[in-house]
């Protein structure tokens, strides 16, 4: 059996989308616990309808991501074990299929896969570039120290019980607990065939709200790493070398892209966005 958890909170009109894509998948072997933290649109009320196995409220202050991602799996029957957020919805009916089979080869070297998402219309030009380069074909997240993400994955049950997911981070909770698990000695692996449309327009608040949290989780993620390789921790917490450098080289990109799909009004709007995503990152990442 596979247990797919579900987190929302406010997520309409999406939630409604990725409710009735589950209903639609070839494979049906699967229960669904859902995990509702204090919405107010609708979204707890379409849970309600689709009639999951397992759905329960929490109260939007009592939300820790680790704590509440290893509470929804005490829940879970299934072997597998697959996490799919609300506003993740599966582009087609055999999602589910291909997100899975990897893990159900027998190989006991793989922890998890995570799925292939693909940036939603409305998608603000710089977001749909980022979603490219992230997921893609996968070629470009490979040349990265490390890449996962949890939106849209699955896990063996067994290591998810033996490495639970930390409880003091607020944020990053998914490189986390892939990055240990690589330590480990597991392989992750990404499966481009299945597909979810995902994405989020941030404002400047809202962006440099995000990568402070994230840069502060990783100084928790990456400290082993950093005490193995002190220079790439210079390089990690050195202004130039982390952010402005950076900075250039993405807005370069952004300017390529921009151009070819004629969004001419974000050229001004990139450099600013790139340097709050950098400096920010980089602030929580030494703490200032």
């Keep these: 059996m596979i247990s797919i958890i579900i987190r929302a909170k406010n997520e309409m009109p999406w939630i409604k989308h990725t409710l009735r894509m589950l209903k639609l998948q070839n494979r049906q072997d699967f229960e669904v616990i859902a995990v509702d933290s204090g919405s107010t649109d609708g979204s707890y009320e379409s849970l309600l309808d689709f009639k999951p196995e397992v759905l329960y409220r929490i109260e939007p202050e009592d939300y820790i991501p680790g704590k509440v991602l290893n509470e929804a799996i005490r829940h879970t029957r299934g072997d597998i074990i697959v996490f799919n957020n609300a506003d993740c ?8 299929d291909n997100l899975v089979q990897p893990l159900e080869t027998g190989n006991m070297a793989l922890a998890a896969v995570f799925a292939n998402q693909i940036a939603r219309p409305n998608a603000h030009p710089l977001v749909r570039k980022d979603y490219e380069r992230a997921f893609g074909d996968g070629s470009i997240h490979n040349t990265w120290r490390h890449f996962f993400s949890l939106a849209s994955s699955a896990v063996r049950r067994d290591l998810i019980l033996q490495y639970p997911f930390l409880e003091n981070i607020q944020y990053s909770e998914d490189i986390e607990w892939s990055w240990r698990m690589r330590t480990n000695g597991y392989d992750i692996q990404y499966v481009r065939s299945a597909r979810v449309e995902h994405s989020h327009n941030y404002n400047l608040a809202g962006l440099s709200k995000r990568f ?22 210079k390089r990690d917490f050195s202004l130039l070398r982390s952010v402005m450098l950076p900075v250039f080289a993405e807005t370069l990109r952004d300017t390529f ?23 920010y990152a980089y602030r929580g990442r030494t703490g200032r």
């Design 212 to 233: 402070y949290g994230e840069g502060k989780a990783e100084s928790v993620i990456y400290q082993d790493f950093y005490l193995q390789n002190p220079d790439q921790q």
């Design 89 to 96: 919805i599966p582009q087609d009916r055999s999602w589910l």
């Design 257 to 279: 892209y921009l151009i070819e799909q004629k969004e001419f009004l974000w050229l001004p709007i990139a450099p600013l966005n790139r340097f709050l995503q950098r400096y």
